[in-house]
C-alpha cells in the first residue's frame, strides 16, 4: 500500500472558477476526512466520511464546499465560486476507524491558491 | 468550548533534549495524537497516548496525564532533520480530532 494519495499538489485558480480535488485513501480504511489548513495553524475539521455516509460536516462550512465518496473507496471535494480566502493547503487523511484507536493518516495535500 | 494550548516556537540544540508540552480542554477524551509537520507537506503520526503514563519510541517519548489535562513529547539526541512543526491533538467524544496551532522547533548546530 503506497498511502493516501492526492490529487493535484498544486492548483491556481482565479477567483470564481470551481476547483475539485481527490483523494484516494489507504485501500482497508473506511473512514476519509477534509481538513483545511492555513500557516501557522492546525488542521481545521471539514468532514468525512465512514464508507460512502457523509457523517458530519463542520458548521463552519460554506454552502460552495461540497464533498462526495461515491462507492466508499475515493473522495472528491469540490468548491464553488472560488475565493481569495479559500487558498490553504487541502489535506486529506484515511482511518480504519476501529473506534479508539483510530489514528488518520495524510496525504500530501493539494495547495490551493486563488487569484 | 474546546481549546488546544501549546507553546508557539522553541528552539533547541542539535544532540540536547526538548519537551514540548500540550493543555487541553475538550468535551470528552478518546486519546491524544502527536503528529510532526515539516514546512509544506502534510502531518505525519508520531504518537498516541490514552492512558496515563509515558510511551517511548525510540527518540520520541509522549506523556499524558488526564487529570491535569496535559500531555509533553519528549524529542532526545535532536538531529537537525527534527525540525518541524508538532501538532498535539485530542480526539473528543464524537470521536472527532481536536488540533492545536502546532509548535515550530528550530533546532541550531
Known amino acids: 500500500d503506497t498511502g493516501v494519495s492526492q490529487d493535484p499538489r498544486h492548483k491556481i485558480t482565479k477567483r470564481g472558477q470551481n476547483v475539485t480535488f481527490r483523494c484516494d485513501p489507504i485501500s482497508e480504511h473506511n473512514r476519509l476526512y477534509w481538513y483545511r489548513q492555513t500557516l501557522g495553524q492546525g488542521p481545521e475539521f471539514l468532514t468525512y466520511f465512514q464508507n460512502e455516509a457523509q457523517l458530519e460536516k463542520s458548521r463552519l462550512l460554506s454552502d460552495r464546499f461540497s464533498a462526495e465518496r461515491p462507492k466508499g473507496s475515493f473522495s472528491t471535494l469540490e468548491i464553488q465560486r472560488t475565493e481569495q480566502g479559500d487558498s490553504a493547503m ?26 | 468550548g474546546q481549546n488546544i494550548d501549546q507553546p508557539t516556537e ?5 544532540g540536547a533534549i526538548v519537551q514540548i508540552n500540550c493543555t487541553y480542554q475538550t468535551s470528552g477524551f478518546n486519546g491524544l495524537f502527536w503528529y510532526q509537520q515539516h514546512a509544506g507537506e502534510a502531518p505525519t503520526f508520531l504518537s498516541y497516548n490514552v492512558l496515563d503514563g509515558l510511551e517511548e519510541k525510540g527518540r520520541f517519548s509522549s506523556f499524558l496525564s488526564r487529570s491535569k489535562g496535559y500531555s509533553y513529547l519528549l524529542l ?6 527534527d525540525s518541524a512543526s508538532y501538532l498535539c491533538a485530542v480526539m473528543d467524544s464524537n470521536y472527532q480530532l481536536i488540533w492545536g496551532a502546532g509548535t515550530k522547533l528550530i533546532i541550531k548546530p
Open chain 2, 10 to 14: 522553541m528552539t533547541a540544540t542539535e
Open chain 1, 90 to 115: 487541502y489535506l486529506c487523511a484515511s482511518s480504519f476507524g476501529a473506534g479508539e484507536t483510530d489514528t488518520q493518516y495524510f496525504g500530501p495535500g493539494t495547495r490551493l491558491t486563488v487569484l
Open chain 2, 76 to 81: 532526545k539526541e535532536l538531529q537537525m532533520k
